[in-house]
């Protein structure tokens, strides 16, 4: 979708979470990775702060079996990989 255009940096990214999945320190991020703005879960609305945000899939990353088997996927390969 942000390949397309579809999400931006203004598009709200939302997760909803269980509390007990929610902790107060900082994780290791890789290059797929990236943060939501809002966390939900059963009990509270959790506002994160902002980062980085992803440009899109890593290409380079993405198993072959996936690409074969997901129509989408296999669709849009042929634009980013040789």
Same mark, same amino acid.
């Given at each position: 979708?942000?390949?397309? %255009?579809?999400?931006?940096?203004?598009?709200?990214?939302?997760?909803?979470?269980?509390?007990?999945?929610? #902790?107060?320190?900082?994780? !290791? $991020? %890789? %290059?797929?990775? =990236?943060?939501?703005? =809002?966390?939900?879960?059963?009990?509270?609305?959790?506002?994160? !702060?902002?980062?980085?945000? !992803?440009?899109? &899939?890593?290409? $380079?990353?993405? !198993?072959?079996?996936? /690409?074969?088997? #997901?129509? /989408?996927? %296999?669709?849009?390969?042929?634009?980013? &990989?040789?």
């Amino acid at each position: 979708m942000i390949e397309d %255009g579809l999400v931006t940096d203004e598009t709200v990214i939302v997760a909803t979470v269980h509390s007990s999945q929610v #902790i107060d320190e900082l994780l !290791p $991020e %890789g %290059g797929h990775d =990236f943060r939501v703005d =809002f966390a939900i879960t059963e009990n509270d609305i959790i506002q994160c !702060p902002r980062s980085r945000r !992803p440009s899109g &899939l890593i290409w $380079e990353s993405m !198993p072959a079996k996936k /690409i074969r088997t #997901i129509p /989408i996927l %296999g669709a849009r390969a042929k634009n980013h &990989l040789n």
